[in-house]
Nanobody, 124 residues
Framework: QVHVVESGGGLVQTGDSLRLVCAAS????????MGWFRQAPGKEREFVAV????????YYPDSVKGRFTISRDNAKNTVYLQMNSLKPEDTAVYYC?????????????????WGQGTQVTVSS
């Protein structure tokens, strides 16, 4: 049975940093592109970052580019999202997901497995 579990969320102030961790079990993430999405209250879930199977390629939307960094440790079956210079608009539930079909998937439909999410709240 596949489990994807996010951790590391919390309440921080504007300008602070957080590192989210995504731990997978029941699958070997080296075969998957791994992504992060987020959903703010009243808004649709949106793409945040993706990393290909080897870690050699990443992609971010403009809203987080230069502030967020996705990385992975295939030996630990773990993915990370380093978030710096956080803003109140980054407040959301952050989800980790695994895609077996796309090298750099940015659409939710391209992902096969999802975690339950971790809350990130940035106060002004």
């Amino acid at each position: 049975q596949v489990h994807v579990v996010e951790s590391g969320g919390g309440l921080v102030q504007t300008g602070d940093s957080l590192r989210l961790v995504c731990a997978a079990s029941g699958l070997t993430i080296r075969s998957y592109a791994m992504g992060w999405f987020r959903q703010a209250p009243g808004k649709e879930r949106e793409f945040v970052a993706v990393i290909n199977w080897s870690g050699g390629s990443t992609y971010y939307p403009d809203s987080v580019k230069g502030r967020f960094t996705i990385s992975r440790d295939n030996a630990k079956n773990t993915v990370y999202l380093q978030m710096n210079s956080l803003k109140p608009e980054d407040t959301a539930v952050y989800y980790c997901a695994a895609s077996r079909n796309a090298a750099l998937a940015i659409k939710q439909l391209e992902y096969d497995y999802w975690g339950q999410g971790t809350q990130v709240t940035v106060s002004s």
